[in-house]
């Protein structure tokens, strides 16, 4: 097929993380975009797209062999990481799903990383947790962007394995949240993003409050994360 692959901003964001001649697993591939658009653009880079659900398995294919990729791309059937071996690939993508489903991927498939330099997650949601999940297991963030697309902000983080002598950055809670790259760039997207937050978040304090029974360990929780929003926010103007 030599029509382009139209890939969103968000998923063109995490091609941009992946190093030339890239060995790649895209996990939960869907159609196969990302590993399509990255193994037609760089000759020499290849791919797994894995799958876990049997419809999107059949879609990457579909793209796989549609774009005549089937020598650098391998479809698999399969839960996360299971779909790879030890020492198979270099990098991996984990794009477009929540926060905690990303953390129990990385998490069940912890033996398949040993020789995984690269891993790049985009969690539609708590990107804390996938940050704190991957510097508690030796993989320091690198950098981060943030797209937004259909009215949705979206965090991007880049993480590297830590060889034993590189020294390792200890980030704030604080900074955990914002995410440490994303809050020093502190782009117009960036203000947009927690301008909506702290919205958010003081409609869910406020209905905390009125709560028959009041959870005051995630109110007084949220109000710390408010108070460090607003803090960025004033900084900003
Ligand atoms: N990565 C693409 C993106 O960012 O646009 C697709 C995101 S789509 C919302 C999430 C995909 O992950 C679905 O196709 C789903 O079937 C797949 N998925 C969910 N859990 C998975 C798992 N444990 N292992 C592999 N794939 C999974």
């Given at each position: 097929m030599s029509q382009k692959i139209n890939l969103s901003n968000r998923l063109k964001k995490v091609a941009l993380f992946l190093p030339k001649g890239a060995n790649f697993a895209d996990i939960g591939?869907?159609?196969?975009y990302l590993p399509c658009y990255v193994c037609r653009q760089d000759r020499v880079a290849k791919a797994i797209a894995g799958e876990v659900n049997v419809g999107p398995f059949n879609s990457a294919k579909t793209t796989v062999q549609a774009y005549q990729l089937s020598d650098k791309i391998d479809v698999r059937l399969g839960d996360g990481l299971q779909v790879i071996e030890k020492g198979e690939v270099k990098q991996i993508v984990i794009a477009g799903m929540g926060g905690p489903l990303i953390q129990s991927i990385l998490e069940n498939g912890k033996?398949?990383?040993?020789?995984?330099?690269q891993i790049i997650a985009q969690p539609n949601v708590d990107a804390r947790g996938v940050r704190k999940w991957l510097m508690a297991h030796?993989?320091?963030?690198t950098d981060e962007e943030l797209v937004e697309e259909n009215g949705h902000f979206y965090e991007i983080i880049n993480a590297t394995k830590r060889h034993d002598n590189s020294l390792l950055n200890r980030w704030t809670e604080k900074e955990l949240l914002f995410g440490p790259f994303l809050l020093a760039k502190q782009t117009s997207d960036f203000y947009r993003k927690w301008q909506h937050e702290m919205e958010k978040m003081t409609r869910v304090i406020n209905q905390m409050k009125q709560a028959?029974?009041?959870d005051e360990k995630k109110i007084t929780e949220f109000e710390r994360e408010l108070s460090w929003i607003k803090e960025v926010m004033n900084d900003g103007n």
């Open positions: 591939s869907d159609h196969a033996d398949k990383l040993q020789h995984v330099e030796n993989f320091q963030l028959t029974i009041r």
